[in-house]
């Protein structure tokens, strides 16, 4: 599976933003996909993931109502709507894949990754 992410740039606090994440290949094998940030300094932490299927969701809890993650099946992409945002937003994006529908989707090595998008929020 590749996946390819996009949509980042250079916002105003307060500004939404939206990012995609194209799987190609074998597109089967992402059955869970999700978000993960990195900022400067700090380590990758888990923003959001769903499931193919019943859409089923899982959110980083600080950041619960503020972003949405969705998926097109038929785009074979991932979304990530982020809304209100903050200096403390400020990071790398990546999506991430993996395979296997059962279990957390917050606390799982995934098995496939995109490259990263700079999302930088200035206050």
């Known amino acids: 599976v590749q996946l390819q992410a996009s949509g980042g740039g250079l916002v105003q606090a307060g500004d939404s933003l939206r990012l995609s994440c194209a799987a190609s290949?074998?597109?089967?094998?992402?059955?869970?996909m999700g978000w993960f940030r990195q900022a400067p300094g700090k380590e990758r932490e888990f923003v959001a993931a769903?499931?193919?299927?019943?859409?089923?969701?899982q959110y980083a809890d600080s950041l619960k109502g503020r972003f949405t993650i969705s998926r097109d099946d038929a785009k074979n992409t991932v979304y990530l709507q982020m809304t209100s945002l903050k200096a403390e937003d400020t990071a790398v994006y990546y999506c991430?894949?993996?395979?296997?529908?059962?279990?957390?989707?917050?606390?799982?090595?995934?098995?496939?990754w995109g490259q990263g998008t700079q999302v930088t929020v200035s206050s």
């Open positions: 991430a894949a993996d395979p296997y529908g059962y279990g957390s989707m917050r606390n799982r090595e995934y098995a496939y």
């Open positions: 769903i499931s193919r299927g019943n859409n089923s969701t």
């Open positions: 290949g074998r597109t089967d094998r992402a059955y869970i």
